[in-house]
C-alpha cells in the first residue's frame, strides 16, 4: 500500500525539524524526502526576508503564483522543462539553479549549495509534482 506509507511517512516528517535528511532507518526515504521539501515549500524563510516558496508560488506551486501583481506560471511541470535556456541570464539553467535563484532573489537569503538536503528536497518535491510527465527540455510553464 504505498499511498499509506506515503501518508506515514509525510505525517513522520511532520514531527521532525524540516532540515533533517532522510534516516537510514526510513521506510520511504524518497517520500520523506517529498514531505521535506513540500514542508521547506511552504514553511522555509532561508534566513531571508521573511517570504517562503509558498508566498510566490501559491498552494505549494500547483496552482498559479503571483509576484508584485504580476501572474507566474504553476510549478506543476517545472521538473519536466529544464534544463531551459534564460534569456535573462543568458545561460542554461538547470532545475536546481532556477530554485537558488529564487532564494537569493525571491526569498533575500542565502541560497544552500549544490547537493545539499534542503536543495535536494526541493528538486525532490518539484519533481513529485511533475512525476508522470514526459520530459519536454526547454519547454513551457503550465
Ligand atoms: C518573490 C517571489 C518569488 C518567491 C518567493 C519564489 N519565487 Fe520562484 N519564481 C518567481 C518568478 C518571478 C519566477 C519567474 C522566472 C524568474 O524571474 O526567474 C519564478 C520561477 C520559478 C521556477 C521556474 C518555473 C518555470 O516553470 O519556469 C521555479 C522552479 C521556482 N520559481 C521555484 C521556486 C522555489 C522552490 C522557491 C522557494 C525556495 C521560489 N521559487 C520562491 C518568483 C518567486
Redesign the pocket.
Known amino acids: 500500500m504505498p499511498s499509506i506509507r506515503f501518508l506515514a511517512a509525510a505525517a513522520g516528517a511532520l514531527l521532525f525539524a524540516v532540515a533533517v535528511p532522510a534516516s537510514a532507518a526510513s521506510s520511504d526515504p524518497l517520500a520523506e524526502t517529498v514531505a521535506q521539501g513540500q514542508q521547506l ?1 511552504a514553511k522555509s524563510t532561508f534566513g531571508g526576508a521573511g ?3 509558498d ?3 501559491v498552494n505549494g506551486g500547483k496552482g498559479p503564483g503571483e ?1 508584485g501583481g504580476h501572474p ?2 504553476s ?1 506543476e511541470n ?1 521538473a519536466a ?1 529544464y534544463p531551459r535556456f534564460s534569456q535573462k541570464a543568458g545561460r542554461v539553467m538547470t ?1 536546481a539553479a ?2 537558488r ?3 537569493q532573489g ?2 533575500g537569503a542565502q541560497p544552500p549549495a549544490y547537493g545539499s538536503a534542503e536543495l535536494v528536497a ?1 528538486e525532490t518535491y ?1 519533481a513529485s509534482l511533475a512525476h508522470g510527465q514526459s520530459l519536454d527540455m526547454g519547454g513551457a ?1 503550465k
Open positions: 515549500f517570504r517562503t516558496c508566498s510566490c508560488h509576484a507566474l506560471p510549478l517545472a522543462i532545475l532556477q530554485i535563484h529564487c532564494i525571491g526569498l526541493l518539484l510553464p
